[in-house]
């Protein structure tokens, strides 16, 4: 697989197309699955990996499916390969940082994965840009069907699909929304939101996940319960709320716009020029400033840049994609000079200015 040929596009999840793009990021569906006859990875020995990856990628390239899929062995790449593919949300961390044989199946599009030996033997992920849930979920029941057939799956009548962790038994399914919310975040009204999500059952995490720190005001909004619950259910529990969701955010725009305008587009236009101008910037840094001018752009208070620049930048600037980008290894501080330049590079020849 060529990472550096990746590393100059954003992929799936940050291609900023697709419905209510302009907050919600992306849409992704995850399923856990297990084989019957085999120990769940956590007490699986290397030996056992080895056969449940073996299996699983024979099976898998033998798939008539509608994209065509690559393996990757994970124990062939080295950390910053592993970084790149979590940058991408192709596979998870905890994927990268397992021991043992591993790999991922991706599709040709980037916008499906299936991840071996990870907490489980298989997960199935199906991503879309914007809020497309009900695609993304047509695509890996299909594809889970087509698994189905050439693999055992552990499953109990009472119980559903067998998974390592009990929070997952059942559907096995992880529904997730990645949604932009700087004005709710502004304005202190994502507490508020966060807490009557946990009260349906549902639960927020940052961008890479489960014990991922928020960033760039990007926010995962995902089912907590799949025991007991069908996909369809957990699917209308989603759909619930997130249109609420979409519905807060434009309101808290648009009205931080008419409160507090001077000092939205004091925010934006600081932003916008320290893109511009800095010499060093951090992750982080780049992440909370790109955000604004993301906001920005949405609401036309800057002009001539293109969202789908903005987008890239979100990714490319990342440790490992920004050190496949530049062709070599760096250190903190380098890639910190790398970062400043190459965006101060990007956005320059843009022409762009806010308003």
């Not at 550096?4 to 596009?9: C, F, G, I, M, Y």
């Not at 084989?35 to 990996?49: D, I, T, Y």
């Not at 005001?217 to 609420?244: C, D, M, R, W």
């Not at 916008?272 to 982080?284: E, I, K, N, V």
């Amino acid at each position: 697989m060529n990472f550096e040929a990746l590393s100059k596009s954003s992929g799936e999840w940050l291609k900023g197309s697709g419905i209510e793009s302009d907050i919600v990021i992306s849409s992704r569906i995850r399923l856990a699955r297990n084989l019957a006859g085999f120990p769940f990875p956590n007490r699986a020995s290397n030996f056992q990996k080895a056969e449940i990856e073996n299996l699983l990628k024979d099976r898998i390239q033998t798939l008539e499916f509608e994209q065509k899929f690559e393996y990757v062995s994970l124990t062939a790449l080295n950390t910053l390969d592993r970084q790149f593919l979590v940058e991408r949300q192709l596979i998870s961390r905890e994927l990268a940082a397992n021991d043992g044989p591993r790999g991922v199946a991706l599709g040709n599009l980037e916008s499906l994965s299936l991840m071996v030996n990870e907490e489980d033997h298989l997960r199935l992920q199906v991503m879309r840009s914007g809020f497309s849930l009900e695609s993304a979920w047509e695509t890996i029941n299909k594809l889970d069907d087509y698994l189905e057939k050439k693999v055992s799956y552990a499953f109990h009548e009472e119980f559903g699909y067998l998974t390592a962790c009990p929070t997952n038994v059942g559907t096995g399914m992880r529904a997730s929304v990645m949604l932009h919310l700087p004005a709710l975040d502004f304005t202190k009204q994502i507490d508020k939101v966060f807490r009557a999500l946990q009260r349906i059952n549902l639960t927020h995490r940052g961008l890479y996940g489960e014990g991922s720190r928020f960033s760039g005001h990007f926010f995962q909004i995902s089912n907590q319960v799949t025991l007991g619950k069908s996909e369809t259910a957990i699917l209308n529990e989603i759909y619930s709320v997130i249109p609420q969701i979409i519905d807060y955010e434009r309101q808290a725009r648009v009205a931080w716009k008419k409160d507090n305008g001077q000092i939205l587009q004091d925010r934006i236009s600081r932003a916008f020029g320290t893109l511009s101008s800095a010499t060093m910037m951090t992750s982080d840094e780049t992440m909370e400033l790109l955000s604004y001018v993301r906001l920005g752009i949405h609401m036309k208070m800057i002009e001539d840049v293109d969202i789908n620049t903005v987008n890239e930048l979100f990714i490319q600037t990342q440790p490992a994609h920004l050190q496949k980008l530049m062709g070599s290894t760096l250190d903190g501080e380098e890639r910190n000079t790398a970062r400043a330049k190459f965006l101060r590079s990007k956005l320059r020849s843009s022409g762009s200015t806010p308003n």
